[in-house]
């Protein structure tokens, strides 16, 4: 069960690194309002159907933990 929870962690630190990351890029980055906005939405898009991919297959992996 450690391994789970050294995971989890793992997982929210790098989620929280990642939107520290694009605030900071937004907040200085050399675009307009909308250009920014436009990049937000594309990024936000990917994230998103990067996320759902992977919540599709976390059952298969829980089920058969020697694969990790």
Known sequence: ???NNSKSSMAAAL???ATAGTIAALLLAPT???QSRELVRQKTGKIVGATKNR????PAAASNPSDS
């Not at 919540?55 to 976390?58: C, E, G, I, V």
């Open 55 to 58: 919540l599709k297959r976390t």
């Open 32 to 34: 307009t309002g909308k």
């Open 15 to 17: 989620l929280v690194g």
């Open 1 to 3: 069960m450690v391994g």
